[in-house]
């Protein structure tokens, strides 16, 4: 069991958080009618309700939902948790295109200091608390245990410095760590999301990951806004395929610590 994480000591800024939920989840290669990933369920309680307790618990202003594959569950499921007041949904009509889509259906949500997430990570309250508190306006939850493959999305350094953040990076560099897939922006930096999605969606691009919208945005900040929090050691699985499915209720659920009273 890792060591808690010392918690800064300064006031948390009201901040909003934003989430992809829009996707059919279809690397899960699951039966058609499979629900959507955020209404998993580990311990009774679906994805969508641990991010709600969790973000309430660390004192998110609200929720902004991007729906699009069986909206209407995920709808029911707000409505059943009595989470209407707390979690709002925004139609990603051609979320089906990839999740870029999702994003670019949510551009208008960009507006001011964020809390960008994928909704498909099971995860430790502490790791979020991490990151809330890491002190940087704009910053990356990684993990330096990098699981093996391709798929993991991997924040690159050099001398210290986040030089390339992709799955398939391209940048000279010493070390790397893997984006847990929550990642705080400031208002400086969403202000600039709709313009570098922009040119992709209009040329209809769908060979792109979501991410490479914040690599075009690091490489044109000289390498000065972002920063990491380091949630090494803390449980988490991002769930994307059959195996990361069955590790999240075998491993990851057992060690998650229940939030406190």
Known sequence: MPEP??????????????MLAAGIGARLKKAAGFPPKILLRFGGKTLLQRHVEILRHLGIGELVLGVGYQAHNIRREIADLGAGDFVRTVDCPEHAKGAPYTMWGLRAEFNGPVLFMDGDVLYDHRLMAALLDCGHQTCFAMDRKVRPGDDPVKICFRDGR????????????????EWVGFLRLSAEVTSQIEAALRPYIEAGRTDIIYEQVFRDILHGSAHGTFDTADITGLPWTEIDFPHDLEFAR????????????
């Open 250 to 261: 075998a491993t990851i659920f057992p060690a998650l610590l229940p939030l406190p009273e």
């Open 5 to 18: 994480i010392a918690i800064a000591a300064y006031r948390r800024p009201a901040i909003k958080a934003v």
């Open 162 to 177: 986040i030089v390339d953040f992709h799955k398939q990076p391209t940048a000279l560099h010493d070390d790397f760590a």
